[in-house]
């Protein structure tokens, strides 16, 4: 059997006013998600432990079979997994995002959108001024990278489970005092940032920013800290191959973890300029290969997390498109098969941030009776019978195990 994933990140959501109060999905143009509405279930998940944040880190844990109550470790152990960063047993992962802050207050989380050339310059040169045997800078995807803390003879990484970092999305537009790190580590991950934001405030790249009308980035934010994670393979778990495509390096890291191949797709951006028509064709391509095929979008979340409905709205139209239509159509090719499209968690356009709500999901394919709901949407879903508070459960579900 064939079984297709499409994530489409963070696009669960209130009912908005400006949009005559429906939300993202009622107000979208989306027939082929209500085709697999009508043919199949809608239901109903939580995927966020309130224990744990309220990210995609642990969501898609949960959506892949995997409790984060079991396997979290931290958001930054992920993506150094996908960036080839080498961590030892003892070795931290902190993520560093390159945001920009004025007059106390976190103005951008990603210091608007940079670009991942200019976010490699900048960390070449915090790594050159402050990188030694102990801290590595890592540059990754645009605004998203790494610092590696090893833990040395005689210099031990000075965090614990107790350490405490903040997600600098969550205070978008809001001040950052009192959300500096606490506890364990936090003296040092504190002045790592003071003597960062020094470095940066005279950089060539910063300088160009602010010549071509653009924000700088005034600092590196860390957080989401962890040691390397350990998982059961998904064909230990569940028997079957697999594959995601997707354009961040948290996903990417899961899926090496889980055993699944990566497949690059030119121009996929983890933005609303993504390449979703190429994320669908190299998903259909896939289907030839593996058991499981996990296409992931970000553009959701980022219109999410900018206050736009309009461009969340898009984004879901194109995903709809692109990437469900022409999947839900190849799969059905080779007989028995299944689909499933579900966001991860809620990034509601007022919040401009994460919350630990449940999300709706759509599932149609071989052995699965449609449950009679035949729409796509918040208020539908919270009308089904088939609910799963942990969201970790799903997966069994859907591979029929």
């Known amino acids: 059997m064939k079984y297709v994933m499409i994530l489409p990140d963070g696009c669960a959501d209130e009912k908005i006013p400006a949009l005559g109060n429906k939300t993202i999905f009622e107000a979208a143009k989306i027939p082929n998600m209500t085709e697999i509405a009508k043919q199949g279930i809608v239901g109903w998940s939580n995927n966020t432990p309130m224990s744990l944040p309220a ?174 994670p350990a998982f059961p393979t998904f064909k230990e778990r569940f028997g079957k191959t697999g594959a995601m495509i997707t354009a961040v390096d948290l996903l990417r890291g899961l899926a090496i973890l889980l055993g699944w191949d990566c497949i690059h797709v030119d121009g996929a951006t983890g ?63 080779y007989g028995e098969y299944r689909i499933l499209v579900t966001p991860d968690h809620p990034t509601p356009c007022r919040l401009k941030t994460h919350t630990h709500d449940n999300v709706p999901w759509i599932m149609a394919g071989t052995g699965l009776e449609p449950n009679g709901i035949g729409v796509y949407s918040e208020d539908a879903a919270a009308r089904s019978e088939v609910f799963f508070p942990n969201g970790a459960d799903m997966m069994p579900f859907f591979i029929g195990k």
């Open 271 to 333: 933005f609303y300029t993504t390449n979703f028509k190429g994320k669908g064709e190299a998903a259909v391509a896939a289907l030839e290969k593996y058991d499981v095929v996990c296409v992931h979008v970000e553009a959701t979340d980022e219109a999410g997390h900018d206050g736009e409905p309009d461009t969340k709205i898009y984004s879901l139209e194109q995903i709809d498109q692109h990437i469900v239509g022409p999947l839900f159509e190849a799969v059905k090719k």
């Open 55 to 228: 990210g995609s880190d642990p969501a898609t844990m949960s959506l892949l079979g995997y409790d984060p109550q079991i396997y979290y470790t931290g958001r930054a152990p992920l993506e150094a997994t996908a960036m080839n960063v080498e961590l030892g047993p003892k070795d931290w992962a902190v993520r560093c995002n390159l945001v920009t802050i004025e007059n106390g207050k976190m103005i951008s989380f990603n210091a608007a959108q940079i670009s991942s050339e200019e976010g490699a310059a900048l960390l070449a040169t915090a790594q050159e001024k402050l990188g030694n045997d102990v801290i590595s800078f890592f540059p990754g995807v645009s605004y998203r990278n790494v610092v590696r803390w090893k833990d040395l003879p005689g210099s031990p990484a000075p965090f614990s489970a107790g350490t405490r970092t903040y997600a600098p999305h969550d205070y978008i537009g809001k001040s950052i005092y009192g959300v500096h790190p606490a506890g364990a580590g936090s003296v040092e991950l504190d002045a790592l940032m003071a003597e960062v934001h020094k470095i940066f405030a005279d950089h060539p790249v910063n300088k160009k920013r602010i010549a071509d009308g653009k924000l700088p980035a005034t600092d590196a934010w860390l957080w989401g800290q962890g040691l390397k």
